[in-house]
């Protein structure tokens, strides 16, 4: 079974001032959804959820859940337009702190959103909560990257992150996950959704100095943005540094200087979880060849992907037989729900064969069911240098089970941030895209409960913590520096 990767779709908010077409409206803002609809649309996900979902109450017990969702329902006392409805459900399923489980709009949103979608004209960078500009995505120079975006059409950003954060989801009681969705172009996709849908941005920034300024920029769509962005001459540097960068999902650097190399791997999905099997051999070979003494693994804003992929980077830096997982389950082998997964139908013939039954009701995944089930073996030619981990909210999903079991295992130190996932697990597996009946909202819903191996005492709802917590730093940012890496790599050269 395999993890999904959770991204919506590959976003770069390159959005720019100038004259074009008036966006194509959406429609959805116009919808009102009938008392009864949302009703039923309620029921309807509950009854699948209870079914199905494995991580349903894994926070919150069910009597409480129970009364969460009669206080959601008593709130649908009358006709409500579609957006107002979507950010209660996005609220409601926030709660139950699943990652793996996320709410978008239904129909053909996401390809009006693509064309059309009037959106923010910058692209921006969290650290903390303050909002920083990266590029300024308008023709207009006033605004350069590095300024501090301080309200958004009189809205104070703090409180903005608040209310995104309150309807977006991640894993338990994390937020850096969330925070570094916004990092990674997802600000605009959510204040799109969930706060508003202006045709222009009243921006009060400030610059380094503490200079305040006031702008006013139409909002502009991703397909103008994407063509006419280089125009505008302040980010000519940022265009420089990070644009233009070739940047590989698995890469090997060597750094002989300081007897270390550094081994990126920015995705367990996709062509990266295809290529990993053979380009891991070849890096340990190369690692072995300079004989180098210390490893840096970069693993941040990697989303996850397949299990697999990680279970092989894992078994390639273990000394000793050890496990990844303690254990999968899964609460339903014979629900008609099932039908609606991205199961294929052998895969759902075969359900019984991978299951085994437990005295609780639930069913237990046997160990070849999934790759990191089994104990894990090291492979020839695996690493024995010292190991070191970055990390941050992004490492997530598949990533952030990889750190878990890394940490558990005590393979090496971690720099960053806390990981974007549960340190004790989380769920995933296999999914049934569920689309509610009359909202035509789409719940991605997971079918498998993780149990990291790990042990208590942790953190409940909290990922991996780093040995050392080393934040973004903007000055670095727009320098072109690598905080996180440069610290690890000052590590080193102190012996540490």
Not at 54 to 61: F, M, N, S
Not at 180 to 197: D, E, K, M, S
Not at 284 to 292: C, V, W
Request: proline share 5%.
């Amino acid at each position: 079974m395999k993890h999904c990767l959770l991204t919506l779709w590959l976003f770069v908010p390159v959005l720019l001032f100038a004259q074009e077409k008036k966006a194509v409206h959406d429609s959805l803002t116009e919808r009102i959804l009938s008392k009864y609809d949302m009703q039923e649309d309620m029921r309807y996900l509950c009854k699948v959820m209870e079914e199905i979902h494995p991580g349903l109450y894994r926070y919150t017990p069910k009597p409480v859940m129970d009364q969460r969702l009669d206080s959601f329902y008593n709130l649908l006392t009358g006709d409500k337009p579609y957006y107002d409805y979507y950010r209660l459900m996005t609220a409601f399923v926030a709660g139950i702190r699943c990652a793996h489980t996320s709410v978008m709009p239904g129909g053909d949103w996401q390809s009006h959103f693509r064309q059309n979608a009037p959106l923010l004209p910058f692209s921006t960078h969290f650290i903390n909560d303050r909002l920083y500009v990266t590029v300024n995505l308008t023709t207009d120079t006033v605004i350069k990257p590095g300024y501090e975006i301080l309200h958004i059409n009189g809205q104070p950003v703090p409180e903005i992150r608040r209310f995104i954060f309150d309807h977006s989801w991640s894993d338990g009681y994390n937020t850096t996950n969330k925070q570094q969705r916004l990092n990674t172009g997802f600000l605009a996709v959510f204040y799109y959704l969930l706060i508003a849908r202006p045709d222009s941005f009243a921006i009060t920034a400030k610059d380094s100095s503490g200079k305040i300024v006031n702008v006013v920029y139409p909002a502009l769509t991703i397909q103008t943005a994407s063509s006419q962005f280089r125009q505008n001459p302040v980010n000519k540097e940022m265009i420089r540094l990070y644009v233009d960068r070739k940047r590989e999902d698995l890469n090997l650097e060597i750094k002989k200087e300081i007897n270390t190399a550094v081994l990126t791997v920015r995705s367990f999905g996709g062509k990266a979880a295809k290529n990993i099997g053979a380009f891991l051999p070849k890096a340990m070979k190369k690692l072995a060849k300079n004989n180098i003494g210390h490893l840096i693994i970069d693993l941040r804003n990697n989303g996850g992907g397949w299990d697999s992929a990680g279970v092989l980077l894992f078994t390639y830096l273990i000394s000793k037989p050890a496990r990844y997982y303690l254990r999968a389950h899964t609460i339903t082998a014979s629900s008609p729900y099932l039908s609606l997964s991205d199961l294929s139908p052998e895969d759902l013939a075969n359900v019984h064969n991978e299951l085994i039954s437990e005295t609780d009701g639930t069913f237990t995944l046997k160990a070849n069911a999934d790759a990191g089930l089994s104990m894990q073996r090291p492979k020839a030619g695996h690493y024995t240098g010292k190991i070191y981990f970055l990390m941050n909210g992004g490492s997530a999903s598949a990533a952030a089970e990889f750190l878990a079991a890394a940490h558990a295992n005590q393979l090496g130190v971690f720099i960053g941030e806390e990981a974007g996932g549960n340190y004790a697990g989380g769920n995933g597996g296999s999914f049934i895209p569920l689309v509610l009946p009359h909202s035509k909202i789409k719940i991605t819903l997971p079918l498998v409960y993780y149990d990291n191996t790990t042990k208590p005492p942790f953190e409940k709802g909290r990922g991996v913590m780093p040995d050392y917590d080393v934040p973004d730093n903007l000055e670095n940012i727009l320098r072109g520096i690598d905080t996180q890496k440069e610290f690890v790599f000052n590590l080193i050269r102190q012996g540490k």
